[in-house]
């Protein structure tokens, strides 16, 4: 069974820094493409950083560049986000999740077909 879970997410101050895992079991997430996606109240989900699959490529959505960056640790089937120097707008429920595509990857949401739980993340000012 596919299953993704997130953790990490939580309250933090402006300017600090987080870092989300997504866990993932009954699949091997070298063979998939990552996303990270988030969604505040009131808007449309956002793609934020994407991870092909053994190709190292990457995408980031323009609020992000520079401040997040995802990684992944093939021994523990897991992928993370790290979040630097938050802001107050990062405030969200975040997620991860996978597809399988020939190759690079997508920050568009409907493109996967797996999705974790998600994660509160809240920055205050």
């Known amino acids: 069974q596919v299953q993704l879970v997130e953790s990490g997410g939580g309250l933090v101050q402006s300017g600090e820094s987080l870092r989300l895992s997504c866990a993932a079991s009954?699949?091997?997430?070298?063979?998939?493409?990552i996303g990270w996606f988030r969604q505040a109240p009131g808007k449309e989900r956002e793609g934020i950083l994407c991870?092909?699959?053994?190709?190292?490529?990457?995408h980031y959505g323009d609020s992000v560049q520079g401040r997040f960056s995802i990684s992944r640790d093939s021994a523990k089937n897991t992928v993370y986000l790290q979040m630097n120097t938050l802001k107050p707008e990062d405030t969200a429920v975040y997620y991860c999740?996978?597809?399988?595509?020939?190759?690079?990857?997508?920050?568009?949401?409907?493109?996967?077909?797996?999705w974790g739980q998600g994660t509160q993340v809240t920055v205050s000012s």
């Open positions: 009954g699949f091997n997430l070298d063979y998939y493409a």
């Open positions: 991870s092909g699959k053994r190709d190292g490529s990457t």
């Open positions: 999740a996978t597809y399988n595509p020939p190759f690079g990857c997508t920050l568009q949401h409907a493109a996967y077909d797996y």
